[in-house]
């Protein structure tokens, strides 16, 4: 019998406790695996490592899918400027299906029969993890042991300490996991509406005080140069923007929305870099693009927003929505000014070759160069042509 699992790991208390349970209890060959989204550093990666041998895993691996996650997805949000209830980038969420899907390509490379993840019964994670693993390997079978146990914190500790494990689960006052397209921050105030995260509980703490001027290059849709200077990528270049920006502390804020499963949630979060790159990119577009192009952009990026956060990744709709969006990046290059502050960024202004806001075309409230007065009156004429019928054939009533 196929007794070999991969385990989705991240090093935590329930995913600890899975690796345990499965291998004593269940007498599984339990393999972790860790999909790293851009979120860990080398130091903590291999911190994670030797828990997993630790806690007695068959073999462990690091998946790097943090290209991936940046040319499949990041490109997209940034190109759709999506913010889930105009507020969240869609932070640590996003990673998510990538992280899942990497586990998944995993457990098929190497004959598992299993698949297990340690997401409880309370958030949107599960769905996320159960909905890809269904979709992309039907019929490798999911276990959870954190959602269908039910146990406590403390009793999963308890369990950890009969084989001797006493590795320091202590409780933090807040939740942290943190991303390359921002970090979330959970903590007793997020549970209630009433409210809001104290300024310690974030992990960026402000230490920069003057006010900073950086200019951002964008070419078709990316960010590609800080101050002139490129670097090795797309998550390279989020990495540098974040470093110089979160020491003003910029980017926090909470976020309120439904969940997958129903129930309102709140989280904090902060998200220097990726706050910044959309509004400065939206900017860029605001010059570039026409009307119709912004606004049909505004519908599909709330699409694409919201099909992402909810686990419909999958959903081939979402490569329409790409294709679409990508195409209307052809002229969205040019330079952003930005001004940083302490808590706040402030849009100075854009530079580009195709900024629609040509003066040789006019200049708002002020000069006209391509049309007369009579052009005007006769346009407004037409333009009113249906409001006069209206209000002519109804004004008896």
Known sequence: MNKKLVLAFSGGLDTSFCVKYLKEEKGFEVYTAIANTGGFSDAELKAIEARAYKLGAVKHVTLDVTNEYYEKCIRYMVFGNV???????????????????????????????????????????QIRFDLTFQVLAPEIEIITPTRDLMLSRQQEIDYLKKFGYEA???????????????????????????????????????????????????????????????????????????????KYAIGRDTHVGDTIIGIKGRVGFEAAAPLIIIKAHHLL???????????????????????????????PVMRNIETFLESTQENVTGKVI????????????????????????????????????????????????????????????
Request: no cysteine.
């Open 83 to 125: 913010l889930r209830n105009n507020t969240y980038p869609i932070s640590v969420s996003s990673e998510r299906a990538f992280q899942a899907i990497a586990t998944i390509n995993y457990a098929k490379e190497i004959g598992a029969g299993y698949i297990a993840h340690g997401s409880t019964g309370a958030g949107n994670d």
């Open 168 to 246: 320091d689960f202590t409780k933090m006052d807040y939740s942290v996991n943190q991303g390359l397209w921002g970090t979330s921050v959970g903590g007793k105030e997020t549970l209630k509406s009433g409210t809001n995260l104290p300024g310690h509980a974030y992990p960026s703490q402000l230490k920069a005080t003057d006010e900073k001027v950086i200019e951002l290059g964008f070419v078709t849709g990316e960010l590609k140069t800080i101050d002139g200077k490129s670097f090795e990528n797309g998550p390279k270049t989020i990495q540098a923007l974040d470093e110089i920006a979160s």
């Open 285 to 315: 577009e605001k010059h570039t693009l026409t009307k119709w192009q912004s606004y049909w952009k505004e519908q599909l990026g709330n699409w694409y927003g919201m099909f992402l956060h909810e686990a419909m990744y999958q959903e």
């Open 338 to 397: 930005v001004k940083l502050k302490p808590y706040h960024f402030e849009l100075v202004g854009i530079e580009s070759e195709h900024d629609l806001m040509n003066s040789a075309f006019g200049e708002y409230g002020e000069t006209v160069k391509a049309w007369t007065a009579d052009d005007v009156k006769g346009f407004t004429k037409i333009l009113s042509n249906s409001l006069k019928i209206y209000n002519a054939v109804n004004k008896k009533m």
